[in-house]
Each structure stands twice: as structure tokens, then as C-alpha cells.
């Protein structure tokens, strides 16, 4: 059994639209590889739409879910005649997350898959969280199902992106949680120096750590709840951002970047695991991974750059895959909901 899917991947840090087109191969196993990707920047007026998306009525909100729509089937369809590429089965579309209250029952991808689907003439599956959602789970994170059949030789696979997350086998479970925000508070810090990021991390390694800010920031419910568990901006938006808002921006860089190190060390070491799989835009922050490495003896292991940057690309596709031969494609163990499921809309 062989399909050839696009994902599209956009993350809560906007550093632009990922856009992976694979094969998957059921033979023992399933196999994968990456045939084209590429991440498109988002103009500055798409950018400034999506970040103020939070803001906008429900009228404003339905028209941009249309909208933004229409833009991924467009790039899409830009990336297919590009690249001449052929014998695609489906789109897999994650969309651009606004809200996430799991705790609520709602969570909210925009970017309408019928329009992809009207402006590709291909299948489109999209919305793949809200199904999750309404059983009790957390709606994420998704991408340990790929985890679990694509990237088994690893003990755990850890994304750096807007938030951190990891997925790992214990007791014969995958389990999977979010540990902290990472690009999503590092990004906006790197604004006020007008940039779009830290590169490398060096606007961090300038600043002095501030220990009462680590304190306040480590003593945060959230770091102490047992998984499953989940973080979205409005999260960041309550706990984070009135903390660093009089503060020396490069201290705040240093203190949260140190933040993030503690968390993810202390899971890391909490759990015993000896390899783990670093992927996401945060691997190349190297003051963020020197800080990690010195805090765990584990081997830290950064793939390729094509892993790097598409592995979630990549998952929403073979979770399109999935979802098209109506296997399960949410772990169950990973989210919290009642069962293991398949989901996401087919259009």
C-alpha cells in the first residue's frame, strides 16, 4: 500500500507555512520519505492577520477562516505546478490554531479545507483536532501517532516550536504532553529588537538571568500537573507575558530561555530516556540546546534539516493518510480522550 500526500503545517510562532509532499509505504511497517518541502514566509499582511486573529468578531473570524482558506489552496496549488509533481492522493491540512480550551470542549484551526479543496481539485482532510476535543482529550498533541510508526528507533521525540512538546513510550503507552512555550514567547521578545527571531540565540546569551523572574516562572501550576496536558496562547496570555512585560528584554530572553532548559532537562531526566529526537525551529537556537545539554546526560540527537523543519509537515500528512483508510491516527494515551480515534473532516 503506497499513497503520496501534501501536508501543510502552519505553527502558533508564524514563521511562515511548511509544506511537505511524501510518500508512505505499508510493507512491515510504514515507511516514509520526503519528496519535496518547502516553508513559505508569510507577507507581512498575512503574518498581521493571523497574530491578530485572537482579536477579531465572529463575523471577522468566519471571513478570515474562508480567506486563509483560499490562500493554503492557492499555495498549494503554486507548489504542485512548481514542482510538477504528480500522483498526489490527498491534502492534509492542519490549518492555523486561534483558540485551544480543551477544558472547554472547543479548539479552532482556521483555514477552510472545502476551499483548498475547490482551489486544488484534490481530497482534503482538515480540522483533525475537534473531533478529539469533544471526546475529553487535550486536541493535542497529534503528531505522537507518527511518532509511534515512523520514528520508533528513538526513545522520545521532542518538538521546539511555538510550544515544546514531547512524545515517548512508557509502560507499552505512547504517551505525549506539551512541557512549555518556547518560540512563541521568544519570538515576540525578539520583536522588540525588530526581529522576527533570536538567531541562535544570541539576543539571549547577552542578557543576565533574572532569578527571581526563573522562580516565579518555574512555580507556575501548569509545570506541576500530570500529563496528558496542552498549552495555547491564551495560556501565555494569562501566565507569561504580564510576567516579562517591565522587564530588560535581553534579561528576559536569558531568564526564559533558561526557563525552558530547566523544563524540558527535568523531563527529560524525570523519564530516564537515553536518545531523544530534536526537531522544530527552536533546534537552532544553540544557546537553548547548549543550555538543555548541560543539564541531561541523554544524547540529544538533531537529524537532518529536512526533519528539523517538516517532521510535523510530514505527520499531518501521513495523518491525512491514515485518516483517508480510516485507521487510527490519534493515540488516545497521548491526549486524554476516551478512546484512540480517527480523525479529521474529509472533503
Known sequence: MRFQAIGLMSGTSLDGLDICFAAFEKQNGWNFQILKAET?????????????????SPEELLELHSEYGFYLGEKVREFIDNNHLEQIDLIASHGHTVFHQPQK????????????KIETALPVIYDFRSQDVLMGGNGAPLVPIGDELLFSEYDACLNLGGFSNISLQQDGKRI??????VNI????LAQKFNKNFDENGD?????????DLLTKLNSIEFYSQPHPKSLGIEW???????LLEN???ADAMATFTEHVAQQISEIINQKNLQNILFTGGGTYNTFLIEKIREKTESAIIIPEKEIIDFKEALIFAFMGVLRFNNEIN???SATGSKADHSSGLIC
Open 40 to 56: 513559505l514566509p508569510y507577507p507581512e499582511n498575512w503574518e498581521e492577520k493571523l497574530r491578530n486573529a485572537i482579536h477579531l
Open 203 to 211: 539576543l539571549a546569551r547577552k542578557g543576565v538571568i533574572d532569578e
Open 236 to 242: 501565555c496570555c494569562e501566565h507569561i507575558f504580564p
Open 176 to 181: 505525549a504532553f506539551d512541557i512549555a512555550p
Open 185 to 188: 514567547v521568544l519570538n515576540r
Open 105 to 116: 470542549k472547543f479548539t479552532l484551526q482556521i483555514g477552510d479545507g472545502r476551499a483548498i
Open 330 to 332: 490519534v493515540l488516545a
Open 247 to 249: 522587564m530588560d528584554t
